[in-house]
């Protein structure tokens, strides 16, 4: 369901903290959007794909030992429709980063072994999921 724009414009007038936090939320939401329309236009596929397994592990990551193990469940297919990529190139790529030791996948399971290397390949962050989790303990999506 959706909330009528001119009830969300009044309450947002009437509070500020509120107008605040969804126009942070908005923010974001920008954000993220201008940065996967620049990768898809200037980043390979490998470094693409890279960025979503780091993006994915912040959200929906499990910390086990110094390994994220991610609780969301995609098909080649469909983290080849995120990065906008084809499935035979998707399964390939994962074929090297396995290969190269930085992920373990099943089917539909996903592991990463090494999140700081796989970090450093695309000149990122370390994830902050890495240092923040407790060991087994799920971050909500809702808080990422």
Do not use: W
Not at 39 to 53: P, T
Not at 58 to 64: A, D, I
Not at 111 to 119: D, G, I, Q
């Amino acid at each position: 369901m959706m909330v009528p724009t001119p009830y969300i414009r009044r309450l947002m007038s009437r509070n500020a903290d509120l107008a605040f936090e969804v126009t942070k939320v908005m923010g974001v939401r920008r954000f993220r959007i201008e940065m996967r329309l620049k990768n898809l236009l200037f980043v390979s596929n490998r470094d693409r794909l890279i960025h979503l397994l780091l993006d994915l592990a912040e959200q929906f990551g499990v910390v086990r030992d110094s390994a994220v193990q991610l609780s969301i469940r995609l098909s080649h297919q469909e983290l080849a429709n995120l990065i906008g990529s084809t499935r035979e190139t998707v399964t390939i790529l994962i074929g090297q980063l396995q290969a190269e030791g930085m992920i373990e996948a099943g089917r539909m399971k996903m592991k990463l072994n090494s999140p700081a290397r796989l970090a450093s390949c695309v000149h990122r962050a370390v994830p902050s999921i890495v240092s923040m989790v407790p060991q087994g303990r799920v971050m909500s999506p809702a808080f990422a």
